[in-house]
């Protein structure tokens, strides 16, 4: 069997045609799996076995005549996304049960009852799901380096961090193992990594996609999108994961467009607007070359492309990081060592405040200890008003920038990150300069749009090709329009010309 992994239309075409079986792609993505998982750690844990019944199972859905969305395409599960207890395999000799961690020491043990809507829509779709890939812990970080279960690797160069905090999930798909997985994006969590990896990342609207089953990290930011070897796949994931889920307050009661059939159209007409701070000097300059020369494909696909005033963006990071440690410092609040969070042990004569502090202080990491305590500032009393509130009217000052802006353009664009992935290491000492990752990414979430990361370009270090991302921002539940966009600049820029250092043939 000659089929790329890298390809779920393909895969799901071979077996619905059954040229090939969801088992035997299932046990190719499997193999994918073994070879490159010791270089890249993308995968907190693996479900061989459970994925070959999966396979058999969808086999035997085509058999009868079923024709399922998604038959027999390998996927990856951030570990932010709970899988039910029929999924889970315990003990997969890397200490690590099979169960929902979210990155953290605090949910070892913790099993999920059950399993998210989007992983079950995948699921129900004939998707087969490999294994759940690390993340930072509880999605806090932009490099996967604050995993409290070790660090995931850059297939394009062994030495720097895949973005974060989906960085597993990017990675697999990077490397070749599964065309599709799921990421979640808080401020940039799926088209960081994506745009580090050089694959595609879309961040749905707020709503779009159901957060049942989802680890809550800032609740009113979270989404929950798909990550893909290309931009069709993306769309055909979406819309198998996007719609009404009544287990979710906050999910949209829009109608779900038929992504894939919207790929299809043209540029011509369209404004694309470029926001002065997409071409900060402090961008790497091969970025800014890459930009320009997106900026130029567009162009030839005969969009128009303006500049626009955003002053807000300048303070989307400043209200994101107030607005999003606020947030979760309250979700965090849960992991008590009670009725959640591993509990630790306690002395004689130590009580219910010792049982707290310690079970806090062992089970989270530094960086999530950061997040709350800054949370915790700004929520508490006297400080309210000048952080939180403060934090939430540049929010609304935000929305509306874009809500203008995007009344002109049909698609804004930026660069997705200001620069390729960096070295492991290279940032934790300071987490400014982490946070300054996601200052084009975070605006979007605090406007709750949608937003796509697709492959650009090329940076190099140290003779190595680093993928660059362009990010499409769209007025909310236009998807399919920014789908159109990507899928056509996809086209028009053509293949990268490298591939990943790491990548299963
Ligand atoms: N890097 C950002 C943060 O640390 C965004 C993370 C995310 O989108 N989950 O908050």
Redesign the pocket.
């Known amino acids: 069997m000659t089929l790329a992994l890298s390809d779920a239309r393909s895969i799901v075409h071979a077996v619905h045609t059954q040229e090939a079986s969801a088992r035997e792609v299932t046990g190719k993505a499997l193999r994918a799996m073994g070879t490159v998982e010791p270089r890249l750690r993308a995968f907190l844990c693996a479900f061989e076995a459970e994925a070959l019944r999966a396979a058999d199972l969808v086999d035997a859905r085509v058999e009868a005549g079923e024709r399922p969305a998604l038959a027999g395409v390998p996927v990856a599960i951030k570990d932010n996304i709970c899988l039910g207890p029929d999924l889970m395999k315990v003990g997969d000799g890397r200490g690590y049960g099979g169960a929902t961690t979210a990155g953290s020491r605090i949910l070892r043990g913790y099993r999920s009852p059950f399993t998210a809507t989007a992983a079950q829509r995948l699921i129900d779709a004939g998707a087969i799901v490999l294994g759940k890939t690390n ?2 812990e ?5 490099s996967t380096e ?1 995993s409290a279960f070790g660090v995931t690797r850059n297939p394009w160069d062994t030495s720097r961090v895949p973005g ?3 960085g597993g999930s990017a990675a697999a798909v990077a490397a070749g193992v599964c065309p599709i997985s799921l990421g ?7 088209r ?1 990594p994506a745009a580090h990896c050089g694959v595609v990342g879309l ?1 749905p609207t707020y709503g779009r996609v159901s957060r049942l089953g989802l680890v809550a ?2 609740s009113s ?2 989404q929950v999108g798909p990550i893909a070897a290309n931009v069709a796949d993306a769309a055909l994931c979406l819309r198998v994961i996007a719609g009404h889920d009544a287990g979710d307050a906050t999910s949209a009661r829009e109608p779900v467009p038929d992504y894939e059939e919207s790929l299809r159209g043209a540029c011509d007409g369209l404004v694309i607007g470029v926001p002065g701070q997409a071409r900060s000097s402090a961008n790497d300059p091969e970025l800014t070359d890459a930009f320009e020369a997106s900026l130029h494909v567009l162009r030839g696909l005969g969009a128009e492309v303006v500049s626009v005033d955003m002053p807000m963006l300048d303070h989307a990071i400043a209200a ?2 107030v607005l ?2 606020a947030e ?1 410092s309250s979700n965090l609040a849960r992991y008590d060592g009670v009725r959640y969070g591993q509990r630790a042990g306690l002395s004689a004569g130590e009580g219910l405040r010792d049982l707290y502090e310690r079970s806090r202080s062992e089970g989270f990491g530094d ?1 999530v200890k950061r ?1 709350i305590m800054l949370g915790t500032y700004a929520l508490s009393g006297g400080y309210y008003d000048h952080y939180y509130a403060t934090a939430t009217r540049v929010r609304g000052l935000l929305r509306d920038a874009f809500g203008r802006a995007l009344a002109t353009c049909g698609v804004i664009a930026t660069p997705a990150t200001p620069g390729p992935a960096f070295p492991i290491g290279g940032k934790t000492a300071d987490p400014l300069a ?2 300054l ?2 200052v084009y ?2 605006g979007v ?1 605090l406007a709750g749009l949608p937003a796509v990361s697709v492959p650009m370009g090329m940076a190099r270090r140290d003779a190595k090709p680093l993928p660059l991302g362009l990010q499409l921002i769209g007025a909310p539940f236009q998807e399919a329009s920014l789908l159109r966009v990507a899928a056509m600049f996809e086209r028009a820029r053509g293949p990268l010309g490298h591939g990943p250092e790491v990548r299963a043939t």
């Open positions: 993340l930072d509880f999605g806090m970080g932009s604050h974060g905090s989906s979640s994006d808080t401020g940039g969590s799926i960081q961040k990290y800032a930011l979270d994101y990081y999003a440690p979760a960086e997040r982490m946070y990752e996601d990414t975070v979430n």
